[in-house]
């Protein structure tokens, strides 16, 4: 037997209760052309991160890809083989499943340099937000100057120093690190003046005095509770990011200094292709470059609609 | 005025030397000079001794005092994989990206100051959209694939304009060489500037839209309509007049990352520019061309900024006086 009580209060909102009544839910829905970019860019992660399971065939397994097999046109088109869709590139490889297999290395390559790029800028933000003084204009120097130059020159800089450095590993194995160390080191620095920006305003306010008077330590008031405080900002500049990191990766890739033929990225399969264009063999470089294109245009359309959202002087 | 000229000066000091302590590092550190330049069977005192006319047993700020030394003389040492003083090679290719720049950038200002003018002006009309759309596409489509498609369109299917290199080109006086005087020379400049433009020029024209918007809305343009001015004078003389201002601003300040960007475009088009060279150098990771091409690219962009802000102090008095103040 149990005892109830008199009136129970009323329990808060769940979580999922709390989306359906928010403005950000109301405001996706009003938006078509923000559902389309939604649902394109779910279909896109999807099919990236579970091509192992839905690609017809593992484009990297030497036992199934055939030399003989070498640019094939779509199935549509004459000569095509209906075994391979979208046809095959100059090794013989299936053209989709490469293409799924590509943008996930692209989208892995991409989530990582934006996180270590997130990490990075938001750690020494709020350093230089909360601490002030040299440490602050020491850190803030370094972002002015790095904002003079454009990311990708700065991506590419440290992409050939970093392989300087690893100079005798085997380029396949570092090829991932190297670019993800490169687009974290490229675009920190928006993080980094956002964070500081907030921090900066939170610093004085009572709770971070309160706690500092209880006597925490400072690295636990900045991360328990200026932190919270501060990362909202931060979601928006992460999408619009992972846009930008996805270009870089393929601009490098394309350039020949990001991941090699052995497993490429989009960037690398728009650079075999590049080589084929001369020879009427369009496809292996158009269907790629258009996956690269829709990724990119549907993120921004929907980092332009959560900035749109998130921002309360356009509610 | 005079302290502000200073300080700025200093400023941009401290910044060339934090790019040459980064040059100099790469250059002493990640890639052993000795060792690039010795075999495996060189005897170890021959090595020694390259070691010691070279001036690398000494401490380690002598070695940056003289790197600073030969860079102000545009001495940037041998490179790893020609064998040749890198400034030459960059010297040689030189004018192939600074003409690739001065195209691309006409090319963005003659038509992006247009087509921003347009789209503020008739903001509902059709063709106004699908300007707003195709900037949009400009400026999430990475540089290279527009390259590909203009290759494909106007090189493979078409085949009215080449896709590689500078066409014919004249010499002019001891080391300039210009492609300007010969008709494959124009040809060949077409596709890469639109490629390396577009991306400024949806920039400059969203600029000049905002901007136009922003002017139109203001009392004197009211008051110019409310004299009865003509519609053209007051979108021209008065509107637009206005909105330069910024625009030329911003497009001073892209001049630089314009250069950068060119890597891309000379490598899609396999234009005999700084880029390629400087690209080349990144996948062979030759450092003494790297370092050198990032002195060059950050004076340049210093220089421009330094430009950029004295002219504006020149210019607006209002920053003048902010800057008296301090």
Redesign the interface.
Known sequence: MSVQPASTPKPPPSLWARILDSDILASFLRSKVTMVAAVIVLVLFIGAFFSPWIAPTNPFDPATVFLSDANIPPAWQQGGDPKFILGTDDQGRDLYSAILYGLRVSLIVGLLGVALAATIGITLGLLAGYLGGRVDSLIMRIADVQLTFPAILIALLIDGIVRGIFKHANREDTALYVLVISIGLSFWVQYARTIRGSTLVERNKDYVQAARLVGLPAPLIMLRHVLPNVIGPVLVILTINLALAVITEATLSFLGVGLPPTQPSLGTLISIGNRYLFSGDWWIVTFPGVTLAVLVLAVNLLGDWLRDALNPRLR | MLAFVLRRLFQSLI?ML??ALIAFT?FRF??DPVNQMVGVDTPQEQVAQLRQTLGLDEPVIVQFARYIYNAARLEFGVSYQFRLPVISLLGERAPATLELAFMSALFSLLVGIPMGVYTALRRDSWLAKIFQTVS??G???????IG??L??LFS?TLGWLP?FGRGEVVKLGSWWTTGFLTGSGWKALILPSITLGLFQMTLIMRLVRAEMLEVLRTDYIKFARARGLRTRAIHFGHALKNTLVPVITIAGLQL??II??A??TE??FQWPGMGLL??K???Q?D?PI?AAY?ML??FL??SI?LIVDLLYALVDPRLRATIGAH
Do not use: E, R, W
């Open positions: 910044v934090a790019v790469m990640v890639g949009l596409v400026i999430s489509l990475p540089t290279f694939l590909i498609l290759i494909y493979v896709s630089g990352s950068a960007f890597i891309i490598t899609v400087f690209l150098a990144v996948q990771v450092i790297m990032l690219i950050s962009f210093v900024n």
